[in-house]
């Protein structure tokens, strides 16, 4: 592995969900879970769930480019997630659930774009992309808890019925994405 990494920050509905798949791929070096775009400093889970502080949960993701490319990271972003929901997956309903790339460079944020278009020019949705491509902003590490939540509690409700379909479907369309 090199010793040049970059980082991506990806908002798909529940951080937990996005972490857990992202931890699976081969040429992430690490994620965390956190907060980003909101204008409150520090804020904790709790205040993020009002919808109030403005802030999406958001996973870091700190990946090795000569593994793994942005192009990648977004393939599998599209498709374990629905980008064509406001500020809504499934259940999770608020602002803090929407879509979004906050990108840390000028050819991340072209990227992006670019996908976005080319998913909606092939019609892969029944509906236009709503993902926003946004400057990245401060990143918030969320409390420890929620660091490995999958990891760690696999049996949860939660985890069982809406995380754990996630990590399937990544496995199912990206096995050969997986780490060793």
């Known amino acids: 592995m090199s010793t040049q990494t970059e980082v991506a920050t990806l908002a798909g509905g529940c951080f937990w969900c996005l972490e857990a798949v992202y931890d699976q791929m081969r040429g992430v070096v690490s994620v965390e879970s956190g907060y980003m775009g909101g204008k409150v400093e520090n804020p904790s889970y709790r205040a993020v769930c009002t919808g109030t502080t403005g802030h999406a949960e958001v996973i870091q993701i700190t990946y090795d480019p000569s593994q793994v490319g942005f192009q990648d990271l977004l393939d599998v972003f599209f498709v374990i997630h629905d980008p064509t929901t406001l500020n809504r997956q499934g259940n999770d309903?608020?602002?803090?659930?929407?879509?979004?790339?906050?990108?840390?460079?000028?050819?991340?944020?072209d990227v992006a774009n670019k996908a976005i278009a080319a998913l909606n020019a092939e019609h892969r949705f029944d509906s236009a992309i709503v993902t926003e491509v946004t400057p990245a902003s401060k990143f918030y590490v969320a409390e420890d808890y929620h660091q490995e939540y999958f990891a760690n509690n696999a049996?949860?409700?939660?985890?069982?019925?809406?995380v754990a379909p996630k990590v399937a479907k990544f496995r199912k369309y990206y096995m050969e994405k997986l780490k060793a």
């Open 93 to 109: 309903v608020g602002t803090q659930y929407r879509s979004a790339i906050y990108y840390h460079t000028p050819e991340q944020k």
């Open 155 to 162: 049996s949860q409700p939660y985890c069982q019925f809406v």
